[in-house]
């Protein structure tokens, strides 16, 4: 069911008056009397007018008369004035309104009885509240023309049945920014098109279904729902999506009948989506009814699998774990809990490990992802998240984006940076060694070489000391150590650093200039700034550079890592870290400690744990023998895959619970069949603190069971009782133990997610961090100098390897390479050449090449493009079938211990 | 749509050019706003609209190609394929049709060798039918491209086509 969290739109100013109906009502200036009336829970009928658009006045239903004023009014245009006496539904209106149907019905195909959206069809509606006459309008046939959706797999376009209310033609330019659609021809003959009729696919299209969600009739349709279901069938549930950062809050629209998730909507005016979603999370969806789910325990034998009872497996796994802890020891044992599961299910794994297990041994992918600003962060600030609100995107005078490729990484922010900059509200600055699709409406794009952004920031606050632009009352006030970094920069001049970046002087310093000289300035970066070996170092400097300026600790001012999967920022928040218990409570903090110990009536080791890639590392080297992997899959996504294998391969038992047979299922003892988030409760964390229900729609397949049940079912095999009634239940005791979670309940967040810090009950939860005094005290400047990646190319391996991600896939492809469209839009890998280099290799655009580094060699075919810079490669890293990470090196930050993903260095060759 | 490797581009590189000086002597750059100025000047240089032509100035310029689509669809005055130097509009009208302007059609296309829609393989003429063209007391009617010409006869069409080059 869907909760009623539709928040109003504006900001409180004076408020006029006016009449509607009888009614007297508030209004704010600039409201339209249709949002009007809406805002008050009066219906206006309307088929052109969406919340997120600019009113188009096409379909002219939405007339009212307004007293002293002739003829009738389009509510949808008209601004609400004071004094306005307005009435939506006189006779004379419903008779105009009638004709305005039966004539729209005149040129449509009006077979409801066949039709997907029958049910949930404003045209349908209106036609039966209205009772219109079907035979008044002699029918017209509408032309066909050529349809630019034909065969494709995403959705489709019907035109018998569209209304041209222009929706979904303004939503593509309007919300979206990729103005794909357009309306063709004139009168009788208007179609929704492409420019010159190009298939879907082949135009400017991102495939997000925008369009589809705005349509008001079945005219545009998602393909693959179509005959799965009436609309007036199907359940809506509402919960988070499972891929990225963003946490949109989206509707599976499941059919009970069959048991699948037909179609994926959205409403206007949820936060922080506001109705949107991308490609992945309107159309990745059909694997979680894939068959190849894992469905029952898997115990491997004689090298092969076969199934077992869950008692036999539970057993096999608690008994394993009990002896090697005996024999080796607590810390001969380790588990890797998972940024895409829920809170619950990572903090019961975590606390299996601290609390059975007996290590701190427990770490999770954002060790791969955001462990540097986990750590920077926390040094400069005392707290390791994003400062600000998505939402304050849309109204920052500056941003500053910086290795974050935000319009396909995390799209819908990306939608909202686009919007601000069209509507002239923000001014952008990127720097990216890559072209993306942000710097074309940048208004200056740094293109520095991978791995020198250190010297570009240490020269933008060189820059801005220079010109005396720093905020001297806030460094005064706020910060320490401001010497140490004017020290540091001052041997780093703009002209130094053109010579390290590869950035002319002139636009380091306009840059620095724009971003110290704006009211308010937001850092936003991901991974282009963390995924280095001087990962902490780089975020450190960003912190610098916002403090140097005075940009944090207040609204749209600040530093804000984007969260890479749905779940990173609660995996990390629930204690799914080694030197952390939940909330950032440090295991080495004695008070802490006896506080967990008590809490959880079990002894606890004080000394933190292993990290990710130290624990591959231990693995190899025998002193971890027994891993418990929740749903991550190392064997793609950590660096140095090779490596990996032959750490997995040594363990004595390993055990992996996940709901498809991934590439490091393969390599278990034990496999246990999990739910996916679609046949689960609980909670996400999106990229702004915001906790968010995760809602169950569908039943699990087979025997797949929570994955925090299952793990409470392994600690009271172990001896050590733990169960928990639901996940809500678990979520008490996560408040109970975690300050920053204090004040978080099921109830409370039914509606609208909450923001942390929220200590308590009464607390509306924290929009920005740092108001007034930093987590920390003082924010604390680290002076951070240049040191180059660790890897550098050389004759033999001259060029530079970037690796990333792509808009239509996820991380290790285990979802998204099972979803047809996703799958169909993007079926492989591309190395990205730019043109000169291709020209010397001689090799030809989607010619195959082999790509060879110190560690590994993939083949996969070049796509030659301006969008990376001579000698620099791209990679993304989401296919087994020519995985990245064969490639990429484990050189690790000595803080963060985050692996070097961004930058090393590799061999290209033509192939045949 | 024609084959790119058959336009002549520099065509569209010089109306570009000089759009985007005047423009800079407004002190702005070509956008959107100059997408109806745009699409006849390169209509005046290719005679019409070629679709190659105009994703590359959509590349150049950052208008979307969906605009210029749902513009030149709209309005009857711009062409998607080769059209003739001048164009002849033949009204087919109830008013026309009465005073035998169907006989008229079939004179055109007898003198021209072309169908309905069609251009002739010199480029001159392009011939279309169209609805009532507003004048229909001069019934029957054609128009070559701002000429109208009334009240006809099959007969004097050979002289009337034979007035333009
Ligand atoms: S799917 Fe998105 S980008 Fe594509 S046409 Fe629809 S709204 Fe535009
Ligand atoms: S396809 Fe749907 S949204 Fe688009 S114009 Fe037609 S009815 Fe409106
Ligand atoms: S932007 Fe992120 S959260 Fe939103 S639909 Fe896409 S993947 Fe899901
Ligand atoms: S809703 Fe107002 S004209 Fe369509
Ligand atoms: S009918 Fe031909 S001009 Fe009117």
Not at chain 1, 122 to 135: G, V
Not at chain 1, 523 to 544: K, R
Not at chain 2, 85 to 106: L, Y
Request: hydrophobic share 35%.
């Amino acid at each position: 069911m869907i909760p009623a969290n539709e928040v109003r739109r504006g900001k409180n100013v004076d408020t006029i008056t006016l009449t509607i109906d009888g009614s007297e009502l508030n209004a704010e200036p600039g409201q339209t009397i249709i949002q009007v009336a809406e805002a008050n829970g009066i219906e206006i009928p309307r088929l052109c007018h969406d919340p997120r658009l600019t009113p188009t006045g096409a379909c002219r239903l939405c007339l009212v008369e307004i007293e002293g004023q002739r003829g009738l009014h389009t509510a949808c245009t008209r601004v609400a004035e004071p004094g306005m006496d307005v009435r939506t539904s006189t006779n004379e209106i419903r008779e105009t309104r009638k004709t305005i149907i039966e004539l729209l019905l005149s040129e449509h195909d009006p077979r409801c009885t066949t039709c997907d959206k029958d049910g949930d069809c404003l045209l349908q509606d209106y036609a039966y509240e209205y009772q219109i006459d079907e035979t008044r309008f002699p029918s017209i046939p509408t032309h066909a023309g050529a349809n630019y959706t034909a065969g494709n797999s995403a959705m489709r376009y019907d035109a018998a049945k569209c209304v041209r209310c222009m929706r979904c033609v303004k939503i593509c330019a309007e919300v979206q920014g990729v103005e794909a659609l357009t309306l063709r021809d004139r009168a009788g003959s208007v179609a929704v098109t492409t420019g010159f009729d190009t298939p879907l696919y082949d135009s400017p299209c991102e495939v997000c279904g925008q369009c589809v969600s705005a349509c008001p009739t079945a005219a545009l349709y998602e393909t693959a729902a179509a005959g799965q279901g009436k609309a007036k069938d199907l359940v809506k549930t509402r919960t988070t999506c499972p891929y990225c950062g963003v946490g949109c809050q989206l509707d599976l629209n499941v059919n009970v009948a069959t048991g699948r998730i037909v179609r994926v909507t959205s409403s206007p005016g949820v936060v922080p989506n506001d109705g949107n979603a991308c490609v992945k999370g309107r159309f990745g969806m059909d694997f979680v009814g894939k068959e190849d789910r894992l469905t029952q325990p898997l115990i491997k034998e004689d090298g092969a699998f076969r199934t077992a009872t869950w008692d036999e497996a539970l057993d096999l796994v608690a008994t394993r774990f009990t002896e090697m802890k005996k024999q080796h020891g607590p810390d001969a044992l380790a588990g890797l809990s998972s940024a895409k599961t829920t809170n619950e299910d990572n903090y019961v794994m975590q606390k299996l490990v601290r609390a059975v297990f007996g290590t701190n041994n427990v770490d999770h992918c954002a060790r791969l992802c955001h462990a540097s600003t986990v750590a920077g962060l926390a040094r400069a600030f005392g707290s390791g998240a994003m400062t600000n609100s998505i939402e304050e995107l849309r109204r920052t005078p500056l941003v500053f984006v910086i290795g974050s490729n935000t319009t396909e990484c995390h799209p819908v922010i990306g939608i909202l940076i686009r919007q601000a900059v069209a509507a002239g509200d923000t001014t952008l600055v990127v720097a990216d060694p890559r072209k993306i699709s942000l710097t074309d409406i940048a208004c200056c794009h740094l293109r520095h070489r991978p791995g020198t952004d250190v010297t570009l920031i240490n020269a933008m606050i060189h820059a801005i000391i220079e010109e005396g632009l720093e905020d001297k009352a806030f460094i005064e006030e706020r910060t320490e150590d401001f010497e140490a970094v004017r020290e540091a920069v001052a041997e780093c001049s703009p002209e130094e650093a053109a010579k390290i970046t590869g950035v002319d002087a002139d636009d380091i310093r306009r840059a620095a200039c724009l971003y110290a000289q704006a009211p308010s300035a937001s850092i936003v970066y991901s991974m282009g700034i963390t995924q280095h070996s001087t990962g902490t170092d780089n975020v450190l400097s960003l912190a610098n550079l916002a403090m140097v300026t005075g940009n944090v600790g207040k609204e749209c001012a600040g530093v804000n890592p984007l969260r890479g999967q749905n779940n990173v920022q609660g995996a990390c928040d629930l204690g799914a870290l080694p030197n952390v218990y939940s909330g950032y409570q440090k295991v080495d903090d004695p008070d802490i400690h006896a506080k967990f110990e008590k809490a959880w009536n079990a002894k606890l080791d004080d000394k933190a744990g292993l990290t990710v890639v130290e624990i591959m590392n231990a693995a190899a080297q025998k002193q971890v023998r027994g891993l418990y992997i929740m749903g991550e899959n190392p064997m793609i996504s950590d660096p140095d895959i090779n490596h990996v294998r032959e750490a997995l391969e040594a363990l004595d038992f390993l055990v992996v619970q996940d709901i498809f047979l991934t590439e490091t299922a393969e390599l278990a003892d034990v496999v246990l069949p999990a739910r996916s988030f679609a046949e689960k409760d609980g909670t996400f964390t999106n990229t702004e603190r915001r906790v968010q229900r995760v809602r169950q729609a569908v039943a699990p397949p087979g025997d797949a069971r929570d994955d925090w049940s299952i793990v409470c079912d392994v600690a009271t095999r172990m001896g050590y009782a733990m169960s928990y009634k639901d996940a809500s239940a678990i979520q008490d005791e996560i408040a109970a133990l975690t300050p920053i979670y204090g004040g978080i309940t099921y109830d409370r967040i039914a509606d609208v997610g909450l923001q942390w810090p929220c200590p308590d009950s009464g607390h509306p939860g924290t929009q920005f961090l740092h108001e007034g005094a930093f987590k920390r005290g003082k924010g604390k400047f680290h002076p951070v100098r240049f040191l180059p990646p660790k890897e550098m190319p050389d004759d033999e391996y001259p060029f530079v390897l970037t690796t990333g991600r792509l808009l239509q896939h996820w991380h290790t492809g285990t979802m998204t390479r099972r979803c047809e469209v996703l799958d169909d839009l993007v079926p492989h890998g591309t190395l990205e050449l730019n043109p000169a280099d291709a020209e010397k290799l001689d090799v030809a655009p989607g010619s195959t090449v082999s790509v060879r580094s110190r560690r590994g060699r993939i083949t996969l075919p070049a796509n030659v493009t301006e969008r990376v810079g001579p000698g620099t490669v791209f990679l993304t890293f989401h296919f087994k079938e020519h995985p990245a990470n064969a490639l990429t090196i484990a050189a690790l930050d000595p803080i963060a211990k985050i692996p070097e993903f961004k930058v090393c260095a590799v061999r290209i060759e033509k192939v045949g | 749509m024609s084959c790119a490797c058959e336009i002549d581009m520099s065509l569209a590189g010089g109306v570009l050019d000089s759009m985007e000086e005047k423009r800079r002597g407004e002190g702005r750059s070509v956008t959107t706003q100059d997408l109806i100025p745009l699409l006849q000047e390169v209509q005046a240089a290719y005679g019409y609209l070629p679709p190659p032509v105009l994703v590359w100035i959509s590349e150049q310029t950052g208008i979307p190609t969906s605009r210029m689509y749902g513009v030149i669809t709209f309005y009857s005055q711009f062409y998607l394929e080769p059209h003739g130097r001048h164009t002849i509009r033949c009204c087919q009208g109830t008013a026309c049709h009465v005073k035998g302007s169907k006989r008229i059609g079939e004179a055109i296309k007898q003198e021209l060798d072309i169908e309905e829609g069609g251009t002739t393989d010199d480029m001159r003429y392009t011939f279309e039918a169209v609805a009532c063209l507003g004048t229909c007391f001069l019934a029957p009617v054609i128009m070559i491209d701002n000429d109208y010409y009334g009240q006809l006869t099959s007969n004097k069409i050979p002289a009337i086509l034979a007035s333009y080059d």
